[in-house]
Nanobody, 124 residues
Framework: QVQLVESGGGSVQAGGSLTLSCAAS????????MAWFRQAPGQEREGVAS????????DYANSVKGRITISQDNRKNTVYLHMNSLKPEDTAMYYCAADLFRDHWNDKRGYFYWGHGTQVTVSS
């Protein structure tokens, strides 16, 4: 059972930056895809970014392209989400997911493992 622990959330003003971390309890290299999702109150959980850990290939939701970058550190078994130019609509609980078993990285039903989330609040 892989444990995922997110950290780095907080409150920032619009235009600010945050970096979220997702620390895994074991080697992330073989975890296929790892991803970040977010869920705002009353809304569906949506995919933000993913990384294919064996090659470091990233993909992003259209709403965050150019503002958010996902990266990995295999030595630390950690995946990061670097968020810049934050907007109030980025406010949500952010979750880390690992080990995709479905076809599309942004399928919230498609991961074996989830963290408990870290809150990001962006004020205008």
């Amino acid at each position: 059972q892989v444990q995922l622990v997110e950290s780095g959330g907080g409150s920032v003003q619009a235009g600010g930056s945050l970096t979220l971390s997702c620390a895994a309890s074991e080697d992330i290299y073989g975890k296929n895809f790892m991803a970040w999702f977010r869920q705002a109150p009353g809304q569906e959980r949506e995919g933000v970014a993913s990384i294919y850990t064996r090659l470091g290939i990233a993909d992003y939701a259209n709403s965050v392209k150019g503002r958010i970058t996902i990266s990995q550190d295999n030595r630390k078994n950690t995946v990061y989400l670097h968020m810049n130019s934050l907007k109030p609509e980025d406010t949500a609980m952010y979750y880390c997911a690992a080990d995709l078993f479905r076809d599309h990285w942004n399928d919230k039903r498609g991961y074996f493992y989830w963290g408990h989330g870290t809150q990001v609040t962006v004020s205008s």
